[in-house]
């Protein structure tokens, strides 16, 4: 069965990851793993016995609240009979105690978390979410704010063809477990040589054996690489969309870092998954 790790702060930017994630748990069979971190002060004139006794509250305290926030949010939803846990994880700062819980917990399979604040996806690196990306050896879901609850039926893969064959392998997993659609994009440069589309679209549904649809536009060279993305997911309005990055040197990097980017808000209201690419032997 698939773990999904989902962390929140118990704020309201929290929610839109949380949702995200029961909706993915109605569609498929998955273990969700709720989680807080909890960084618990020491007053400098407290003993070992007197610290130990405040955390424990703590701990206690804030699992009560974890609770009553994921049941009060898979009541809004009408979801009943959720398989998932609520743990309390202490560390002092949240994206490193996250990233080393997964790695001590090899049946974690991916993160899915909503972004904070009003930057949101437009300013993802330098978050929590974006430093969970940009550090996690397993996939990471960033969740809108803006996103509202809807059933995943379309899954878009947005690539530079690089390495397509062996990442659209987990990518048709991912669309057939979903029981969604599945569209490759890929932005095309002036005067480059591509396939022909609808060679091209046949060629992969028969090696992959999945439906695909292929959508090869051209760049807009006057636009910033996120805004030419961000009008095609606009045009094409996929349920789920899915890159993948190396941590900082693929197109992820140019979407996210460029300070271009930086000027447009890439503000689709389409959750975001991001595989970490393999790295070259």
């Known amino acids: 069965m698939q773990h999904i790790l989902v962390p929140t702060d118990l704020s309201r930017d929290a929610r839109p990851g949380m949702r995200f994630a029961i909706q993915w748990s109605t569609q498929q069979k ?9 960084y618990v002060p020491r007053l400098t004139r407290w003993n070992d016995t007197q610290y130990n006794k405040f ?13 009553k926030a994921v049941t009060d949010i898979y009541a809004r939803m009408a979801v009943k009979g959720g398989h998932y846990e609520c743990r309390v994880i202490e560390g002092a700062i949240t994206e490193p105690t996250l990233l080393d819980y997964c790695r001590h917990h090899p049946e974690i399979d991916l993160v899915c ?38 059933p995943v ?35 095309l440069v002036a005067d480059t040589q591509v396939p022909h589309r609808n060679i091209f679209q046949k060629v992969l549904a028969k090696e992959f054996h999945y439906p695909i649809r292929v959508h090869l536009p051209e760049r807009d060279e006057t636009r910033s690489i996120a805004a030419n993305l ?16 190396d941590q ?11 300070s271009t980017a930086e000027k447009v808000a890439f503000s689709t209201p389409v959750p975001l998954m991001v595989y970490p690419k393999k790295k070259e032997p």
């Open 230 to 245: 961000r009008r095609q997911i606009q045009a094409l309005k996929p349920s789920l969309a899915v890159l993948f990055t």
């Open 30 to 38: 998955v273990k969700l793993v709720f989680a807080h971190v909890l």
């Open 153 to 187: 039926t379309s899954v878009l893969y947005a690539t530079d063809l690089l390495h397509y064959e062996e990442e659209l392998k987990q990518v048709t997993d991912l669309a057939a477990k979903f029981k969604s659609s599945l569209d490759i994009l890929h932005l």
């Open 248 to 258: 900082g040197h693929t197109i992820f990097e140019k979407i996210f870092l460029s």
């Open 113 to 150: 978390m909503g972004t904070h604040g009003a930057a949101g996806i437009k300013k993802l690196f330098g978050t929590r979410a974006g430093n969970m990306v940009s550090g996690s050896g397993i996939p990471v879901v960033v969740v809108p704010k803006s996103y509202r609850v809807r």
């Open 55 to 67: 955390a424990a509250s703590e701990r206690v305290r804030y699992k009560h609240k974890l609770e």
